[in-house]
């Protein structure tokens, strides 16, 4: 099991390669910290030391450059050092490729939606500093046991990549139930070379960027299915959390045990860690500020709900997002503060998180100042 650190786009990433697995039951994920001095490709430093990751590089998302103001409009200046920063969050692309024969009738919308949201996100000044993906990236992606033909021939895999291409920002995806197929002919393993070849992204990873630390992790290579975690990813993930930073969990399921939505308790009794709740009640009243999910393809607020807010304090979130699979308007910008510690969804007002969900988001004026009014 290896660990890569290494800086893109200004970011300092923590990358976890997994080791060949099976089947799905065989998935978890892996940390191992190193140490030493790596030089990126920007020609910044990361070092690395006892697993927490530095950086250098004073690049930033989507530039190459460390200016007062980019080109493209994004926030500048060291990414190691806190400060206020935009990140765009979106959920939920459900990207589908030529391959696909079902009869979903707005599943045939989604690569325009993506596309759209691109469109109205890259006009947006100025720019996040980068963006990230709540999961279900594309949908039925899986149509040959071959690598090769994924290499050859365009599918869902190569649309989606394409697509998360085309915003100005950097996109950083993690991974729903539909970006895997979850059968002997497609062992995870399989879909984390699809992830690293067409995303350069792994199972799971973590950002650290001007103060905060955001969590990308998998809720799909556990042992027991969709909704848990494993041994090791949970491990890496209290590591994460005991550096102190703020920070966000980003995941695709709710912490819920309601079938269908469920985040598996119990998933380990025998461990060190027995499942990713215990994480959260652990660090919820101290750094950890929200959890964030998709999955159901609804704005949703259901800290209480769920009862995973349950003795945290008020600005502790459990927020489900809206899918851009069903609509245009579905994402945020979310405004960071690396000093305070705090945060802003600068377009809430599209549809602002209650107790019952709602699916579509409403269009916003991205040329006021915020918080953009919307309606």
Known sequence: MTRMNFTLAGLTLALFALPACDSKDDGDGSTTATSGTDTDATGGTTATTGGTATTTDATTAGTGTATDTDTD?????????PGKFRVLILADTHIIGPQYDGNEDNIYMTEANARAVAQIVNAIEPQPDFGVVLGDVFHDGYHDTS???????????SIAAEVLQTFRTTIYPLWGNHDYKFSA??????SHM???????????YAIDYKGWKFILANGNIGSQGSGSYGREQLAWIDAQLAEGKPTLLFTHY???TVPELVTVRDEDPEGPIKDLYELVDRYK???LK????GHTHNFWDVTTITGVGAGAPPEFKHYVLGATRFGTNNFWIVEFDGVAGTYEILDIAKAPPGIFPKQQGTECDYTQPPPYPCG
Request: charged content about 25%.
């Open 290 to 293: 929200g959890v964030w999910v």
């Open 254 to 256: 709710m912490l819920m």
């Open 147 to 157: 690598f090769d033909y994924y290499l050859n021939n365009e599918t869902a895999v």
């Open 185 to 190: 002919e497609y062992p995870p393993e399989f």
């Open 73 to 81: 409009g994004s926030t500048t200046g060291d990414p190691a050092e």
């Open 194 to 204: 699809l992830f690293r070849e067409f995303f350069d992204r792994d199972p799971y």
């Open 285 to 287: 009243v101290d750094n």
